[in-house]
């Protein structure tokens, strides 16, 4: 199938998986965003991101903005659809322990209602882009009657949302295989999304939504073990007085364990590590396993001991300087990598939550924050001026190292052992 024609494409979410597709779709394609934010609408409509991750805002200073269009009307948004991709939270919610999909669930109940007030307008294809516990569009299917509904998993870096949408690392799309309108549907987002990549030759696979649901928190679960695995290592490296870098760098010349994602930092996080082993582990309830319930288990594990770590180190400088008494622990940045301005359930965060409860003065120094983004802090100051931070704290934490931090090495405290992300 070659596709010639524009589409008109609708968002729904404006978030970092809905903005990148927007961007990346309206090179070829009339694209419209729905989202609930006015002030987020109001923002993308005057071509200003509401991101301050780079490359979205790189892409928003371009004339490719001049595009796109937000809007928070729903009827508006759903007019003249020929595809519509959803992209809202689906957090996790502990008291049920699954996924909340009330956001996901309403949009489709609004598109279909809109559907049959609308009868002369054929239906659009709807690709589901959030994460979804597996079975979710099957089920919404059979709920619904809606038949044009597809599942297509993101996998996005954070800090790298756009540049992952224009090169990304493998297109998928969940729908019934058996359903030849179906398979013909999934062919055709196939090749939307294709048309609008930077290189077109990334593998792709059309695979049943379940399958594809389980791609998806199976990926994201690999790579929590993954960076579980190392901080571990890493945990037992310096209770041990071991080199932790030259057992990493000796492991990845082994081709089956390889020389990538092994930087020891202070746990995984970020919107979707924590909470898509969560969700994959609750698909586990009546099947036997152990490896799930500990990839959960050790990132709290680890942030635990990279606290206790930091108090160790903190109250050693503590009896050196010269006023113990004015003593603070300063925290570098709250982001989990380097270049992104996600904040969401970061490992860094989590560590200073736990030393807040030990009695010392925090200062966090966070660039970002305040300027609309927003923090879980309680007790601690924000420093917005780091060579007061550098000054005025015995200990600096941070979690990822930046060549800013060089001239207080000898107080510092960082797992990062690569100096990469
Ligand atoms: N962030 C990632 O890297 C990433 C990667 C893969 C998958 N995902 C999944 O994609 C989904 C979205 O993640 P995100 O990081 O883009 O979230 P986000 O919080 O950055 O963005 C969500 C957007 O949806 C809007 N919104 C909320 N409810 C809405 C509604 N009912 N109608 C319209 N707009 C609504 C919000 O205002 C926000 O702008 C989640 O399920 C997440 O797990 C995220």
């Known amino acids: 199938m070659t596709l010639k024609e524009e589409l008109n494409i609708t968002i729904i979410g404006g978030g970092y998986v809905g903005l990148s597709l927007a961007c990346m779709l309206s090179s070829n394609n009339a694209v419209k ?100 516990p597996i079975g979710f569009t099957a089920g919404m299917r059979s709920k619904t009657g809606c038949r044009r509904l597809l599942f297509a998993p993101e996998f996005l870096r954070e800090g790298k949302a756009l540049e992952d949408s224009l090169s990304p690392s493998r297109i998928i799309i969940g729908a019934d295989k058996d359903d030849p309108d179906q398979m013909q549907d999934a062919q055709k987002v196939l090749q939307v999304i294709k048309r609008c990549c930077v290189s077109s030759d990334c593998p792709t696979l059309i695979v049943n939504s379940s399958d594809a649901e389980a791609i998806k928190l199976f990926s994201n679960t690999y790579l929590a073990l993954r960076v579980a695995f190392f901080n571990e ?114 490992a860094t965060t989590e560590v200073v939550k736990r030393l807040a ?25 924000i420093q917005k001026d780091l060579d007061q931070l550098k000054s005025s704290c015995g200990i600096i934490v941070a979690n990822r190292f930046e060549p800013c931090l060089e001239d207080v090495k000898d107080k510092l405290y960082t797992r990062d052992l690569f100096h990469n992300n």
């Open 357 to 381: 409860c030990k009695g010392y003065t925090i200062e966090v120094y966070e660039p970002l924050l305040g300027d609309g983004f927003e923090g879980d802090l309680p007790g601690c100051t």
């Open 233 to 346: 290592l890493d945990s037992l490296a310096e209770s041990a007085g071991l080199n932790a870098r030259d057992i990493i760098d000796g492991m990845g010349t082994d081709p089956r364990i390889g020389y990538y994602y092994n930087n020891p930092s202070f746990g995984y996080g970020g919107y979707c590590l924590p909470k898509d082993t969560r969700q994959l582990h609750s698909h586990y309830a009546d099947v036997p396993e152990k490896l799930f319930t500990a990839v959960v288990e050790s990132n709290d594990t680890r942030l635990d001991f990279i606290a206790d770590q930091i108090l160790r180190k903190a109250e050693q400088l503590r009896e050196q300087s010269a006023a113990p008494e004015e003593f603070r622990i300063g925290i570098y940045r709250l982001n989990m990598k380097s270049g992104s301005d996600n904040f969401r359930q970061s």
């Open 33 to 132: 965003v729905l989202d609930i934010d006015a002030a987020k609408v109001d923002m993308i409509n005057r071509h200003i991101s509401p991101l301050a991750e780079k490359g979205i805002r790189d892409w928003f200073r371009t004339d490719a903005a001049l595009r796109l269009l937000a809007t928070t009307d729903q009827d508006e948004a759903f007019a003249d659809a020929d595809i519509v991709f959803i992209a809202v939270p689906t957090d996790f919610d502990e008291s049920r322990s699954a996924f909340d999909t009330t956001h996901v669930e309403k949009t489709i109940e609004n598109l279909i209602e809109y559907n049959d007030r609308m009868p002369e307008k054929p239906d659009p294809i709807i690709v589901i882009k959030s994460t979804i």
